[in-house]
C-alpha cells in the first residue's frame, strides 16, 4: 500500500512529529509512504517524495513542516478538483493523509466527497478546528505569547508604559485568551465579544491611578475597530489580517494620555520547535491514522475528546469554527486588573 501526506495552511510547531508518527508506523506495517509538497498545491502540481525514517527523525526536533506548506484551495472550482483527482489517481496512492486546520479539513472533506480517499489530522495554532480539543501547534502558541509578556512587562514598567500585543486569532481569541491569562496580561480582548473601550480605559487608569504605571493589553487579530483593510484575501476568502493593535494603540493614548506602544508578535507564534505536549499528542494521532488507513476508513478526521483519540466524519467539520464562549470570556475577566 502507498500512502501519501500533506502539511496545509500555515505551519504550526509539531508537524514534523505528526510525519515522524506516520511514516514510522507505515513503514513498520509494510507500507510506503510519500509526502506531497506544499500542501493541496504538491497534489495540483503533482510534485511529492518519497519519505524514509531518516529523514523524518532528523527533522523532528525542528518546528514547521520538512514537506513545505500553502493555502492552496483544490476545491476553489472544478477545474482544480478534477486537476487533483485525476493527478492524485495517476500517483497510484491509496489513501491521502492531510494535516491541516478549518480549511484544510473542508478542502479535504470536498476532496474525500469528490472521490479522493482522505484522512484528516488536526493541526493550527488558532485552535478554532471543530470536533477536537487538541490541534497541533496551539500549545507552542500559548507558550510563546505568555513568554512573550513576560519580557514585555520589564520594559513597560521601566518607561511606564502601555504595551498592546497584538496576537493570531481570526475568528477565535484561544491564544491570546490561554496566552494572556499564562502570561498575566492586564486586559484580553478578543473576535468573540465587541470591544468595551470605556472598561479597558478604566482598568488602565486604576491601575496608573494606584501606582501601577504600566499595563499590557493583549489584543487578537480578528478583533474588529473599524477602518481595517479588508480588500487583500486568501485562496480561502480569508482578508489578511494585521494592524489592530496598532490602532488601539493610538486610541488608548489619545484617550489616556498615557504613551502607548504595539507589538505584533506575527509568524514567531508559528516558528521554533514544538513544546512536549506538541510533540506527544501528534505521535499518537498520526500512530492511530495508519490504523484508519488498514481498516480503509476514510473521510474520518482523528480527534482528541479529552484523552480519548475519536474519530469524527470529516464532513461534521466542514465549515464550523470552535469559538471562545462567554462563560470562558467571563472567567477570564475576573483577572483584568
Do not use: C
Not at 98 to 122: C, F, H, N, Q, R
Amino acid at each position: 500500500m502507498k500512502i501519501s501526506v500533506l502539511t496545509g495552511g500555515g505551519d504550526a510547531p509539531g508537524l514534523n512529529a505528526y510525519l515522524k508518527a506516520i511514516t514510522f508506523k507505515a513503514i513498520d506495517s509494510g507500507y510506503e509512504v510519500y509526502g506531497f509538497l506544499d500542501g493541496w498545491k504538491g497534489v495540483l502540481e503533482n510534485k511529492y517524495i518519497k519519505l524514509d525514517k531518516d529523514l523524518v527523525y532528523r527533522e523532528y526536533f525542528h518546528g514547521g513542516t520538512l514537506l513545505g506548506s500553502s493555502r492552496t484551495n483544490p476545491a476553489k472550482n472544478e477545474e482544480t478538483i478534477n486537476k487533483a483527482i485525476n493527478n492524485f489517481k495517476a500517483t497510484g496512492f491509496d489513501v491521502l493523509i492531510a494535516i491541516g486546520g478549518e480549511d484544510t479539513m473542508g478542502a479535504s472533506s470536498k476532496m474525500y466527497k469528490a472521490g479522493i480517499p482522505v484522512i484528516g489530522l488536526p493541526k493550527t495554532i488558532d485552535y478554532d478546528l471543530y470536533g477536537t480539543d487538541f490541534t497541533v501547534g496551539f500549545h507552542t502558541a500559548v507558550d510563546i505569547v505568555r513568554d512573550s509578556i513576560e519580557k514585555l512587562i520589564t520594559t513597560a514598567k521601566s518607561h511606564h508604559r502601555v504595551l498592546v500585543v497584538e496576537v493570531m486569532g481570526r475568528h477565535a481569541g484561544w491564544i491570546a485568551l490561554y496566552g494572556g491569562l499564562a502570561g498575566g496580561a492586564n486586559y484580553i480582548i478578543i473576535p468573540e465579544f465587541p470591544l468595551d473601550l470605556n472598561d479597558l480605559l478604566r482598568v488602565i487608569r486604576d491601575r496608573y491611578n494606584r501606582g501601577d504605571t504600566y499595563a499590557i493589553v493583549v489584543v487578537a487579530e480578528g478583533v474588529e475597530l473599524g477602518n481595517v483593510n479588508k480588500e487583500v484575501v486568501d485562496e480561502y476568502g480569508h482578508v489578511k489580517l494585521g494592524g489592530v493593535g496598532e490602532q488601539l494603540a493610538k486610541i488608548i493614548e489619545k484617550e489616556t494620555g498615557i504613551t502607548t506602544r504595539s507589538i505584533n508578535l506575527g509568524h514567531l507564534q508559528r516558528g521554533g520547535p514544538a513544546n512536549s505536549i506538541d510533540r506527544i499528542y501528534p505521535l499518537k494521532l498520526g500512530y492511530h491514522a495508519i490504523e484508519l488507513v488498514k481498516n480503509k476508513e476514510f473521510g474520518k478526521m482523528l480527534a482528541l475528546k479529552g484523552n480519548e483519540i475519536i474519530k469524527i466524519d470529516l464532513s461534521e467539520v466542514e465549515g464550523k469554527i470552535k469559538t471562545v464562549d462567554s462563560n470562558l470570556y467571563q472567567f477570564a475577566k475576573s483577572f483584568f486588573y
